[in-house]
């Protein structure tokens, strides 16, 4: 199992920004199904950290739950300075609880993201192996 450091980072800006920004992707789903934002959520930013890793499964599945979880971790301290700023110190620690349960659920799905990317850069990277020059 490796770590790469830029597969890493490119699966925490897209979880980043998917996760800022799940609920305009994604209307009312917050209100109704969480879960489906910090799946989606996490599926995509391991997605995207496991196709830049490579064509091993376990590698893309461990660089993209790590992405995913660091990720989910920037979003949390931001959403929490935010409400902070906007809300008060009760409603803040409730985010902040939340927040916690949000990182480690986030983190499953971008190991099974982070799988489904590397293998499709497999299987990419066959298609193209298999053309004549």
């Known amino acids: 199992m490796d770590f790469k450091v830029r597969a890493i980072v490119y699966g925490i ?4 920004i998917v996760g800022l920004l799940s609920g305009a992707v ?3 789903t917050d209100m109704t199904l969480p879960i489906v934002g910090a799946g989606l959520t996490g599926i995509i930013g391991g997605l995207v950290a496991g196709y830049v890793s490579g064509t091993k499964l376990d590698d893309g599945a461990l660089n993209g739950g790590v992405a995913t979880a660091a990720g989910a971790i920037v979003a949390l301290v931001v959403l929490t300075v935010a409400g902070l700023l906007a ?3 009760i409603t803040t620690m ?11 659920v986030a983190a499953i799905p971008g190991a099974v993201g ?15 192996a298999a053309r004549p020059a």
């Open 13 to 16: 800006v897209a979880t980043i």
């Open 26 to 28: 994604v209307p009312f």
């Open 87 to 89: 809300a008060g110190l």
């Open 94 to 104: 409730g985010l902040f609880a939340f927040g916690v349960m949000y990182v480690i």
């Open 114 to 128: 982070g799988a489904l990317g590397s293998w499709l850069k497999g299987r990419s990277d066959e298609r193209t």
